[in-house]
């Protein structure tokens, strides 16, 4: 099974950038679709972006379509979450997840990831 260490979160103000990155270890990275999740106090584990294996297709949430743009560096087994314009509604603790076998219609759905990392807060207030 794959591991996950995310970092890189932090305290930022309104309209600042930041960029998560999630270190995969333990199997061969390019067989993996690595996703980028969220949860906000109170509310529900939310999708924010994947990228998919070979390929690297990319998929975002409306919410953060044309700010945020994930992107895999393979050298370094790392996916990378570039987070722009960032807005307080964006305040959440933020997951990495990794799987195997995803289809288009399956990657916005946490349950068909099989390995996840701890996750990284991210606050954004004035």
């Known amino acids: 099974q794959v591991q996950l260490v995310e970092s890189g979160g932090g305290v930022v103000e309104p309209g600042d950038s930041l960029t998560l990155s999630c270190v995969l270890s333990?199997?061969?990275?390019?067989?993996?679709?690595v996703g980028w999740f969220r949860q906000a106090q109170g509310k529900e584990r939310e999708f924010v972006a994947s990228?998919?294996?070979?390929?690297?297709?990319?998929y975002y949430a409306d919410s953060v379509k044309g700010r945020f743009t994930i992107s895999k560096h393979n050298a370094e087994n790392t996916v990378r979450l570039q987070m722009n314009s960032l807005k307080p509604e964006d305040t959440a603790v933020y997951y990495c997840?990794?799987?195997?076998?995803?289809?288009?219609?399956?990657?916005?759905?946490?349950?068909?990831?099989?390995?996840w990392g701890q996750g990284t807060r991210v606050t954004v207030s004035t």
């Open positions: 990228i998919k294996r070979g390929g690297g297709h990319t």
């Open positions: 333990g199997r061969p990275f390019n067989t993996y679709t």
């Open positions: 997840a990794a799987g195997t076998g995803l289809i288009t219609s399956t990657l916005r759905d946490g349950a068909a990831y099989s390995s």
